[in-house]
Structures are given as C-alpha cells and as structure tokens.
C-alpha cells in the first residue's frame, strides 16, 4: 500500500465546516469557525537533516510553518513535537534544536505554546503549526487557469545536498547555502502571491517540484532551463546521490509527465525531494509583473495549460 493510500481509508468528510480535508493533497486542513473565519492546521516533523543541531530546528520550523503560507493563512501558534534518544545522546543537543526552532518561529511572530515529548532511538523534531485565513482569501492548490504563469520561489536540490552531508560529500559553501534557503521563511512569498491574486499555491517539499506541480491536477509546460538550482547541486547529480524519495518521485511521474529527450539526470533533479522548499504559485499573467516586484527572488519556470499533462521542456 502506498502511503498516501492509508488516508482513503478514512471515514469520508461529513462536516460542512471542513472547508479543505484530506481530498485534494493540499498543504494544511481548513477548518471554518465563523463565516469570516477559518482555522489552518498542519503538522511536519522529520529526522536531522543537517549536523547542526540549531539550524536543523529553523529549518523544522520554517518547514512546519510553510504549509500555512502556501495556504494564504497567517500563522498564529505552534506545538512541538520531539523525539530524542535521551539516554544515547546530550540533552544539551535537543536545547539547541529547540532553541533553533523557536528562533525562527519568532523571527515570523509565532509563538510555541506548548508540546509533546518521546524517548524515541532516532531524533525526530517539528510542529504542529495552527493559522487562520478568511474562508474567501484561502489558497488552495485547486484553481490554476490555462495561461497562468508557473512561479517558484526557492531553488531545487535539498535532497541531493541532505544525502551528500549524510555521506560527507557536501562542500562546506553548499552546506551553508542550503541551509540558508531551507531556514528561510516562505512568509513574503505567501504576501506577494496574496496580493497578485495567485490562483493556486503550494510548497515544494518530499513530492519534488513536479510531484506538488501535479496536485494542482491542471496541464503545465515547464522549461527545465529556466528551474533554478543551488550552486553546486549539479555535481552532486553527476555523483548519483539522489535519495531514494527522490526516485520514487520520478517513477512515479512516469504517468503524467512528458519528458521531451530530457537526459534522466535532469529529470531526477525536477523531481527531487525538497525539505522546507519554496512556494510554487500560479499567478495570472496581467498580475506577473506585480508579483515579481513583490517576490524579486521568484522565478518563472513555466505556465499553465489545458488538460492535464505535465509537458518538460528541454
Ligand atoms: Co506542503
Ligand atoms: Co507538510
């Protein structure tokens, strides 16, 4: 059974007031309050993906509060939630992870109210992260038109740099790099595609930049010269060092995605699995200029079309 199987075997939604459940792989639940007001809840919490304990709880916690842009939705709280091998490992070291975290939760006006703890063998760490939004401004990834321009606002190749720090074949700068782009907040992303009036959004993160493009379940042309990388990252894909989820993103794309004669490195690296990615925003052409004077760091990586094939443009 495929993972994401195990949620149709809930019960089916009954509750009007659940204005996005667990139908339509969207980044975080909506949950109607008043006529004028929702809930947002996402929960994400991974294992260390980089050696320093502070930096891998920012990126923890930019990661959890980024479903909650990519929905339009401002964040309001969060909880944490640990898993530390307490009698393996300094508990100095989980000072800092949570220390890290709460930076950067800070840094975006949230506040961790509370949390839960595990002894657990592997460190495990992240939030659960609630927001609000109005019911007529929420952002879904249903709505992208034919014509709309494709935006993505923080480059590829977070799995390939998580793998090589694993195996000790990251220089030192992609390191550092990486973990800038993965600790940054998607906050002003979300403002922008707001204020464009973005027609759906998401963030890019295990599905890869492709995986998250197909649950807008609209046809889109991408030009692979125009998706940006991380410096460096390209060498890593000439050392073959895609993760796992990496591949199993790709072969699950076979179905949906022309790939032109793209070489299969270049489409390992579309479909990549990112950690804490940036937002991929549909935006209408007329609102593209706003958008990028708003968003100076997002790039155009392609455009909406009819039907419901990913098209790859080599
Ligand atoms: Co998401
Ligand atoms: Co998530």
């Not at 949570?98 to 939760?105: D, I, R, Y």
């Not at 109210?113 to 401004?137: I, L, M």
């Not at 390939?160 to 907040?185: D, F, H, S, Y």
Request: include cysteine.
């Amino acid at each position: 059974m495929e993972l994401g199987q195990v949620l149709e075997a809930l019960p089916p939604l009954t509750d009007p007031n659940v204005l996005v459940g667990t139908g339509t792989r969207d980044d975080a639940a909506v949950y109607r309050i008043a006529p004028d007001r929702a809930l947002v809840a996402t929960v994400d919490f991974f294992t260390p993906i980089v050696d320093d304990p502070a930096a891998y709880g920012a990126i923890a916690a930019a990661n959890a509060l980024s479903d909650i842009y990519a929905m339009g939705a401002m964040p309001l709280f969060a909880l944490s939630i640990v898993g530390f091998p307490r009698d393996r490992l300094d508990t100095g070291l989980l000072a800092q992870i949570v220390a890290g975290g709460a930076a950067k939760l800070a840094e975006a006006g949230v506040p961790v109210v509370g949390g839960h703890s595990v002894d657990d063998p592997e460190p495990k760490f992240g939030y659960a992260v609630t927001g609000e939004v109005h019911p007529d401004r929420m952002v879904t990834n249903q709505g992208a038109q034919p014509g709309d321009l494709l935006f993505l606002t923080k480059p590829l190749g977070m799995g390939l740099v998580a793998t090589a720090i694993k195996r000790g074949l990251c220089p030192e700068e992609l390191a550092e790099a990486a973990i800038a782009v993965m600790a940054q907040l998607n906050r002003e992303a979300s403002l922008a595609m707001l204020a464009a009036g973005v027609t759906a959004a998401t963030d890019v993160t295990g599905y890869g930049l492709l995986g998250h493009l197909r649950n807008f379940a609209v046809g889109a042309e991408i030009d692979s010269r125009a998706v940006p990388y991380l410096f460096g990252v390209r060498e890593l894909a000439g050392l073959d060092l895609f993760p796992d989820g990496s591949r199993r993103n790709h072969a699950a794309l076979d179905a949906v995605v022309d790939w032109d004669d793209l070489p299969e490195v270049e489409q390992l690296l579309l479909s990549d699995a990112q950690t804490s990615g940036g937002l991929l925003v549909a935006i209408p052409p007329a609102s593209a200029d706003s958008f990028r004077a708003a968003c100076p760091k997002a790039v155009v990586i392609g455009s909406v079309t009819p039907g419901d094939r990913i098209k790859v443009i080599s």
